[in-house]
């Protein structure tokens, strides 16, 4: 099925509206296919109509809706409204989801940028329930995670950026996951040259920065499963980080233990010697036969016990990821595990949902056995919401991807005073990060300019490890917008 467009180049924004709302449609623009959907351009306004199944739904949108959300740039007005237009048409015939015609990945930073306007709470329901046709819930939800936004930005000043460093080795991979890790046991010669290479990185960020003038407020080692490593090469990596780390302007130091499997009592010591203050123990879920469904090598037993080590080795701020919809789950399995959880009262709670990714083991196989529809994920989600708030976790901060499981939302949750610093920075493009290991992606923010430049490490370790040398000369090239 093509689409056909009149008036107009914005293919891409179509196909996206399209493919959100219509995931297992092929789209194309043969011309010798079938119209999916006509969609027009008009003078400040656009026109579209849809065929499914021998039905016919239009949609129609205009310039003056938008108020306050009225983009400046003309093009880009006009991909607001053939994409608000092809909308309209398809849930005209669909219904409408959740989150409406909202298909970005960063719902609260759309929020923010009205909330920093002038507009208020009230005015800003009312465009994501009016105009993009959001669920009340959902709108809710990203306003209250703008506010979160917002109180983190007062706290930041020119030159400010936070520093994210990638340990690429997990004990085993999930059936999900799509990111560029190596499983321990096939790449356990590469596991000490990766962590020489990285320590002369982390060593010349901090002469960069340095010079540069540039102060980091937040660090996060992620993954991959940093705790894959062992004590020792933990120590060194962090040591190299102490020889330049301000711990004084620091908001929050993290490392995604993950894991369960990977997890000690001498590790757990390492990161407190350094300042780590936050961790992630995460269980995805309590379910045994959940967890051997999607490869996890560990059971529910040795994350309790992981998360009671995290607690006798003194970490006050420990999060804990869980995602709905995972093969063999069900909306009461998910249940049992918050339950359970809240039990712990671990500081952040993060609700992921599946998603079901190019590149995943899950993915590979065909249709999962087992998979919860959107109907039970919904119902999941709508659990985490009801109960969190009532053991007094609100939301702070949420994204949304492709391929989730009834185009829903990941939402981290927080009992803390202060919210996730990193989380926020990073989702919202507050600031600028310095990725460092394989797989990076360095993100310098230009706010003014509303621009945002990434350059990316190898994405392998063995092409990190043989490339170093030009990865380094090529930072030193980059430069870096002031906040």
Not at 95 to 114: D, F, H, M
Not at 138 to 163: F, H, M, N, T
């Amino acid at each position: 099925m093509r689409l056909r467009l009149e008036n107009h180049d914005h293919r891409y924004a179509v196909e996206q509206m399209a493919t959100m709302l219509l995931p297992r449609r092929p789209i194309t623009a043969d011309p010798a296919d079938p119209d999916l959907g006509v969609v027009t351009l008009l003078e400040g306004a656009a026109r579209a109509v849809f065929t499914l199944d021998g039905q016919q739904g239009a949609g129609e949108a205009r310039a003056e809706e938008f108020g306050l959300d009225a983009p400046d740039q003309p093009r880009a007005l006009e991909q607001r409204l053939v994409k608000m237009a092809a909308y309209r048409a398809i849930v005209s015939l669909t219904g409408k989801p959740a989150w409406g015609a909202l298909s970005g990945v960063r719902p609260a930073k759309l929020v923010r940028k009205w909330l920093e306007k002038g507009a208020d709470s009230p005015a800003c329901a009312q465009l994501l329930t009016g105009l993009y046709d959001l669920d009340r819930d959902k709108a809710i939800l990203a306003i209250r995670c703008a506010q979160e936004a917002r109180a983190v930005d007062e706290q930041l000043a020119p030159g400010d950026i936070s520093l994210y460093i990638g340990i690429p080795f997990c004990p085993t991979r999930c059936a999900y996951c799509s990111f560029i890790s190596a499983d321990l046991k096939g790449a356990l010669a590469l596991v000490e040259p990766y962590v020489a290479a990285l320590e002369r990185e982390i060593l010349w960020a901090g002469d960069y920065l340095a010079r540069r003038g540039l102060r980091v407020r937040s660090v996060y080692v992620g993954g991959g499963t940093p705790t894959t490593l062992s004590a020792p090469q933990l120590d060194r990596l962090l040591s190299a980080l102490d020889r330049w780390l301000d711990r004084a302007a620091l908001a929050e130091f993290t490392v995604e233990a993950g894991r369960p499997d990977t997890i000690t009592a001498e590790k757990l010591a390492v990161l407190r010697a350094h300042g780590v203050g936050r961790i992630s123990v995460n269980p995805q879920t309590l379910s045994d036969q959940v967890l051997r469904s999607m490869g996890r090598a560990h059971t529910a037993d040795q994350f309790r016990a992981a998360y009671a080590l995290a607690r006798q080795a003194g970490f006050d701020a420990i999060n804990t990821d869980l995602i709905a919809g995972l093969p063999q789950d069900s909306p009461a399995g998910f249940r049992a595990t918050l339950d359970e959880l809240l039990t712990l009262a671990p500081e952040e709670i993060t609700v992921h949902t599946l998603a079901l990714k190019h590149g995943s083991a899950l993915l590979a196989a065909g249709a999962p056995e087992g998979l919860p529809g959107p109907g039970e994920v919904t119902q999941m989600l709508a659990y985490a919401a009801q109960v969190l708030p009532a053991h007094g976790y609100r939301p702070y901060y949420l994204y949304r991807q492709k391929y989730m499981t009834g185009a829903m939302e990941n939402v981290g949750w927080t009992r803390r005073a202060k919210s996730g610093f990193y989380n926020i920075v990073m989702m919202e493009e507050l600031h600028s990060v310095l990725a460092l290991g394989s797989g990076g992606v360095t993100k310098r923010i230009d706010r003014p300019a509303g621009a945002v430049t990434r350059h990316t490490n190898p994405k392998y370790p063995k092409e990190y490890l043989e490339r170093l040398g030009d990865i380094l000369a090529e930072r030193e090239a980059l430069l870096w917008p002031i906040n």
